[in-house]
């Protein structure tokens, strides 16, 4: 694998570049919240002992891309780094990824949009954008996205493909409230035969009107059989011409993709005005017509309108442009010019093909975890070394998992938990349900349910949390309980100040009296 984090901007005859945004990962607090000087980045973070970056790295490979342009921001680009050096080069040897960095606090998070447009000299090819926390089924593969938009870009001149995703309200009680609130799917309007999305109830369109939903007319008519559905939700994965980053650059006010410019996007293959304004950013005229003859007979496209290119009001050859689209009433198999669609295609996945998510707040994040629980069966390990770490009278489950270098003492009990590497499990402790990252600790007798502890949190003995959350580095002492929280150091520093000014109050008292 070719590791280049040189500043220089290669230009490579390439069909996809992918661009793979690694964030700080604010959703996922306290978990990536830095342990010490250390940086917990939220590409790191594993999901069943893995870390979540190289799940979109392997659907990449599966697909035949090569070529990757990683982002994330500067803080963690060593440790980022390392990981790719160390993991990544030796198990997906056939990608190059450019590991860029971008100035951003955790405070002050810079917009999808804007990242796009910094690094738009560095995408010289049609590329693809996903997330480092979209966990994909094998029915999904990347190549039926990259297929779709080959088809139908060089076919009917559509810009992008999307995914979106099923999903299923969460059954009840098994939302942690305090760990923040489920993210909200936005209502979609899409055309199944053609598999094309035609709007999307982005928030600007909820606080402008309200409980009302509003469609244009020229949607319907070109689409009268549409479907409104709020239950799918966007894995902010999209398969882009290049000119859609000229389009970007036009709507310099757009932070971001997902809620403004994508649904943005949807509109010129309908809205005459958009599609005069922006058809020829979208699609200049090119030569591509011999293309489009060529799949007219081809087996692989959708069917599909014939379109026609009209000229300028002026009818000058230089001033061709593109207009609305105007179904042709015949077939015809003559040599005219196909007007682009401009359509934005959509693959919409079904639950019941497999189930996919975004590991973008910690419910997924919990829930990811468990379902990977299902698809393997925990097996005391081989090697006399690793096994000798698992005391015999200890219970682990068969839908569990555990780390190498874990220790498992006398009679502790794990149940459908993910136990991370180096970790230490006491006697008679109990964890039910928990994932556990790298070098925690749980002393003898404590209990553990429904949990997400940071890396080197320390849990004392006989201690009781449940459905709780530890930032990295958390140290709950001995005989403790808490419930439901999300357990941060900022809480140990608030308790120490308390204790510091009662000891400082109760010292005055004293001197006071003493002088008295």
Known sequence: MDFDESSTTKIVTREFLAVVLAGFGNELLPLTTNHGDEPCPKALLPIANKPMLEYPLAWLEQSGITDVLLV??????????????????????????DLQTFEESQDMASGTCSILRHFSSRIQSDFIILPCDFI???????????????TESTYDGAIATACFYEVSKPDKGTVTEDWGMLPTNLPIVFDERSGTLLHIDAPDDVDNNNKEFELRMSLL????????????????????RRTVLDALQ???????????????????????????????????????????????????HLPA?????RRSAAGSDDDEHLRSVVPSPVEQDDEEATEPSLRV???????????????????????????????????LPSDAETRALIDPKAQISSDSMVG?????????????????????????????????????????????????????????AKAELSRCVTQPGYEVG????????KLETSDWTARDTSESQESDEESDDASEDSSE
Not at 305 to 309: E, G, H, I, M, S
Not at 478 to 485: K, L
């Open 72 to 97: 994330c921001p500067t803080p963690q680009r060593s440790a980022i780094s390392n990981y790719i050096q160390s993991e990544v080069s030796s198990t997906y040897p056939s990608l190059r990824i």
């Open 136 to 150: 994909s089924p094998p029915s999904l593969t990347l190549s039926q996205l990259l297929n779709k938009f080959r």
């Open 221 to 240: 008519s070109q689409y009268p059989r549409t479907k409104l559905s709020a239950n799918f939700r966007d894995s902010h994965v999209y398969v882009c």
């Open 250 to 300: 036009a709507k310099h006010h757009f932070e971001s993709l997902k809620e403004e410019f994508i649904p943005w996007l949807c509109k010129p293959q309908y809205q005459r005005t958009r599609r005069e304004k922006y058809g020829n950013i979208l699609s200049p005229v090119t030569n591509n017509l011999s293309q489009a003859l060529a799949l007219k007979h081809s087996t692989l």
């Open 305 to 309: 309108r014939k379109q026609r290119l």
């Open 345 to 379: 295609g959509l693959i919409a996945h079904r639950a019941s093909s497999g189930f996919a998510s975004r590991a973008n707040n910690l419910h997924a994040y919990l829930e990811l975890n468990r379902f990977f629980l299902g698809q393997t069966t925990y097996v």
């Open 404 to 460: 190498r270098s874990t220790r498992v003492e006398e009679r502790a009990s794990i149940k459908r938990s993910v136990i991370g590497k180096h970790c230490v499990i006491g006697k008679m402790a109990k964890v039910v349900g928990c994932v556990l990252l790298d070098h925690c600790v749980v002393a003898d007798g404590a209990k553990l349910d429904g949990c997400i502890l940071g890396a080197y949190t320390k849990v004392g």
């Open 478 to 485: 001995e005989g403790e309980t808490a419930r439901n929280e």
